[in-house]
């Protein structure tokens, strides 16, 4: 739902052919609509790649998941962009810039905190870990920069669980104060990890944020590796 009674929908009815052909067929794009079906309209013209999960935001814009194919990419990796609900002013929230992984889900907390599943986006049916950063800059901390290095060994470390250590994980363009809500879980292609206190279980993996009440987050959650490949055994 969008402010002024109309919606906001990914639909394939524009039969766009991607550059990244069968990853991404058929091809999602945004769309706007009254809330009664009529004055359809497409403002994802950009949507080059392909577009899911659109959601609003408190300050009034919308963001989504989008399947770039700005550069190089890998044909599986999906980043985190936002918008004004007319398809102007995009902008990125969080590129796909970590290897074969989706960014799906986004959810925005009621204390301004941007959250979504990350995760490797075939074996693990869309669980993977839940990462969060701030919505916008503090005021007191403007001009800073929104994004890090683009090279991953320069921006801090959010650390997650990965093999029975908690793993420092990088990525390049990190977004402002990225870290990992679920740090018990990663986004790796693999099973979660055996649960120290009790190695016959696992720690599980997450997906679907939600936001909830005073910055809480509603999450779904997996007890089991979670992983069709089983990796590790």
Not at 71 to 89: F, I, T, V
Not at 164 to 180: H, N, Q, T, W
Request: with cysteine.
């Amino acid at each position: 739902p969008l402010p002024g009674g109309r919606i906001m929908f990914t639909s394939s009815r524009n039969h766009f052919l991607a550059p990244k052909g069968g990853w991404s067929f058929p091809n999602m794009q945004l769309f706007v609509m009254d809330d009664d079906g009529k004055n359809v309209e497409c403002v994802g013209h950009l949507n080059i790649g392909g577009a899911l999960h659109p959601i609003l935001r408190r300050d009034g814009t919308v963001a989504w998941s989008s399947f770039e194919s700005q550069g190089y990419r890998h044909p599986g990796m999906w980043g985190l962009w936002a918008s004004s609900p007319d398809g102007r002013g995009w902008e990125p929230l969080m590129s796909s810039f970590i290897g074969i992984t989706a960014i799906h889900f986004a959810t925005e907390t009621t204390d301004g905190q941007m959250a979504a599943a990350v995760y490797y986006f075939n074996n693990n049916n869309g669980f993977g870990t839940i990462l969060g950063f701030p919505s916008a800059l503090p005021e007191s901390l403007a001009p800073l920069l929104r994004f890090g290095s683009p090279d991953p060994a320069a921006n801090p470390a959010v650390p997650v669980r990965l093999n029975g250590e908690m793993y420092p994980f990088r990525v390049g363009f990190s977004p402002y104060g990225l870290k990992a809500l679920t740090p018990s879980s990663n986004a790796t292609d693999q099973a979660a990890d055996l649960d120290p206190d009790n190695p016959s279980a696992r720690l599980g993996k997450y997906t679907h944020p939600s936001a909830g009440t005073n910055g809480d987050l509603l999450v779904i959650y997996s007890p089991g590796p979670a992983n069709d490949a089983g990796r590790p055994i």
